[in-house]
């Protein structure tokens, strides 16, 4: 009976083991198939999604920075009064701003819906979003999700005879509309704060995990998710 005991035990030790190498294997997986199939919607590769996530990586998370001795991720904008250095991460918010003009001309998108969008987006991520002096601009979760929620929407609405544009301009309205509703409507709040030291203000500071990048990506995701199921009930 002991002897059955401690099999069970270690079989239960092993499953545990198993489960907690596994379970990253398995995140990252998931990620993988969101990005790739957010990416084909908006007309690239397996590939070319994974190069570019990888560039937007490498480029924004600072690690060339510590072997050249030059900063590549984060390019400095301006100075406000001595404390304050506001930059731009480049992986977090500028492949993101090119991707999104790219984007724009590649598929022929309407400037009205553009700038309409970016607009709507904006002013939901102003209202769930807010500057802290030592994070810089924030949200909490749920709230973070209604930038992503509200694209979709809005992208499949302005889609509505061309499904084939819902993708590229989700991610178009999603990065822009994130990027001046959170960074930049809030940065000259946030560099109003008295700080003793100096401090960095970077917009798109958290690289591929920044809200900017999230936000088209997951907007994409969703739309691909809501139109193929349209899809199908009309065939049905």
């Given amino acids: 009976m002991s002897i059955m005991i401690g099999v069970a035990s270690l079989l239960n030790q092993f499953i545990g083991y198993l489960f907690i190498i596994l379970l990253p294997i398995l995140v990252?997986?998931?990620i993988y198939l969101i990005i790739t199939k957010a990416f084909k919607d908006m007309g690239f590769s397996s590939f070319e999604a994974i190069?570019?996530?990888f560039i937007s990586f490498l480029l924004g998370s600072g690690i060339i920075d510590e072997y050249v001795g030059?900063?590549?991720?984060?390019?400095t904008l301006f100075i406000y009064e001595t404390h304050w250095v506001?930059?731009?991460?480049?992986?977090?918010?500028?492949?993101?701003i090119l991707l999104?003009?790219?984007?724009?001309?590649?598929?022929?998108?309407?400037p009205f819906k553009v700038f309409l969008g970016i607009g709507i987006i904006s002013v939901v991520t102003f209202f769930v979003t807010y500057p802290d002096p030592d994070q810089g601009i924030i949200s909490v979760f749920p709230f973070w999700?209604?930038?992503?929620?509200s694209t979709s929407f809005v992208s499949i609405l302005f889609s509505l005879k061309e499904k084939n544009k819902a993708a590229p301009l989700a991610y178009t309205i999603g990065t822009l509309g994130v990027l001046l509703g959170a960074d930049g409507f809030h940065?000259?709040?946030?560099?109003?704060?008295?700080?003793?030291?100096?401090?960095?203000?970077?917009?798109?500071?958290?690289?591929?995990?920044?809200m900017v990048?999230?936000?088209?990506?997951?907007?994409v995701f969703l739309d691909g998710i809501f139109i193929v199921q349209k899809k199908r009930k009309k065939d049905l």
Avoid: C, W
């Fill in 28 to 30: 990252l997986y998931i």
């Fill in 51 to 53: 190069v570019i996530v």
């Fill in 70 to 75: 030059i900063s590549f991720s984060n390019i």
């Fill in 86 to 96: 506001i930059g731009i991460n480049v992986g977090g918010a500028v492949i993101p």
């Fill in 100 to 110: 999104s003009v790219y984007l724009s001309f590649k598929n022929k998108l309407q």
């Fill in 145 to 149: 999700l209604l930038p992503i929620i």
């Fill in 187 to 210: 940065l000259m709040s946030l560099i109003q704060y008295e700080i003793q030291a100096t401090r960095y203000a970077v917009i798109g500071g958290a690289h591929v995990f920044d």
């Fill in 213 to 219: 990048f999230i936000t088209g990506i997951l907007a």
